[in-house]
């Protein structure tokens, strides 16, 4: 068990050697042995369940899952897995025959988790096909895997590239670039509905200078095909 004082913030060090730690308070951090390896992955509670976005990572905006396994396995051999798990009570037609597997299958952990066996065993060891507890996670023959999982390669990938963009993002706002920058997946959503400072920053995208970025959906395989091609251009995409 991991109590919060056995953890320390991400470190993040600019080009002229300031540091800055980025802290917060992660909702689950599970850790395990097996075979004598200690593995551990992170679980972030959403009341409204939530896909792991690929895109939001290369923009920025969606930094917390790959910062928090680099903050809580920092000691641990193996980065096990980061996921999303919704907690709000679902709502399952009584016209479905199987109501508790469906209940159980709303609540399946969802985001990337490492395929390696003993990783994917230690989440759910009777696996057999789809998995109950691994959203988008399936046995396709012995100690293999397809859906969301990924190598030790890719997951290791992705933390620095949510790294590497949190240190760009803390240059730019210590340098005094604090433009407002709303980004939005659909032309007619509003980028700035849930933000509690748009009444500071006035944003209005009628006015010149005022532009939403739209953000294009990025798959795994494309993401990680992407980074494979060189991380700096992934970033600076």
Known sequence: KLSPATLTGAELILPDGREALVGGKIDR???????????????DYKTGGRDFDFAGVLQGLTLQLPLYLMAAAERAE?????????????VVSDSVEDM???VAD???LKGLTLGDAAVIRASDNLIEGKSTVLYDVK???EEAYSGSVCSQAELDALIRIAHQKSEQTLEQMLSGDMNASPAARKKRHEACEYCDYKSVCRFDPKKPGCRIRMLKTIKQDEFFTLIAGGEQDALDD
């Open 78 to 90: 193996t980065r096990a897995g980061l996921y999303y798990m919704p907690i709000s009570q679902p």
């Open 106 to 108: 709303a609540f399946r």
């Open 139 to 141: 046995s396709t023959g």
């Open 100 to 102: 508790e597997g469906a």
């Open 29 to 43: 951090v599970d850790h395990a042995v097996s075979g004598g390896r200690e593995m551990v992955r992170i679980i």
